[in-house]
């Protein structure tokens, strides 16, 4: 994508403070959409996604993506932040959503910043711990189950890979 696609896309046509027209103009460095009557600025917003790193054992518990990107392959439960959610009730209410099981948020594990142009622009994941509810998959996800780390299905995101390097680390260190 190019800078005027990511900080100024020319979709932002009007004002949504005053309704005039804008134009292609820079702030700060960057282009973006500024206002000829008023003088508002569209600051684009970063996309915030939360995803769940849930274990049962040595079980990862993954989606089905129903939707792009990467339709049909596999990831954490995970969604985007609504404005004025906290992401940890974000992460709760997603895995509620796509998989019916309900989990409680234990600690963050990272901040996966992925590029523009692919869905999400951050991506935090939290661990999670299973307090119960009963396996469904729901809302965009096509299926749901939990996977042994050595029998993944295809999956999604680079975030996705670490966040199984991570558990396939975790789980080593429980065995004797
Ligand atoms: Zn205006």
């Not at 009730?89 to 910043?113: F, G, I, K, P, W």
């Not at 992925?114 to 729901?138: D, E, I, M």
Request: charged share 25%; aromatic share 8%; with cysteine.
């Amino acid at each position: 994508m190019t800078p005027d696609e990511i900080y100024a896309p020319a979709a932002v046509a009007f004002c949504w403070r005053c309704g005039g027209a804008m134009h292609l103009g820079s702030y700060g460095g960057k282009p973006r959409r500024i206002c000829s009557d008023c003088g508002f600025i569209h600051f684009v917003e970063p996309k915030i996604a939360v995803a769940a790193m849930v274990l049962r054992g040595d079980e990862l518990l993954l989606v089905k993506r129903g939707v792009v990107p990467e339709k049909g392959k596999w990831s954490l439960p995970a969604g985007y932040v609504d404005p004025g959610e906290h992401p940890a009730e974000c992460m709760v209410r997603e895995v509620q959503e796509e998989t019916s099981l309900a989990v409680r948020a234990q600690r963050l594990v990272e901040c996966y910043y992925n590029p523009p142009g692919t869905g999400a622009n951050l991506t935090l994941v939290y661990r999670a711990q299973l307090t119960g509810g009963t396996l469904s998959a729901g809302d965009d996800a096509a299926d749901a189950g939990f996977f042994t780390l050595d029998a993944l299905p295809p999956l999604a995101f680079a975030s996705t890979l670490d966040i199984v390097r991570r558990a396939r680390r975790s789980v080593a260190r429980r065995k004797p």
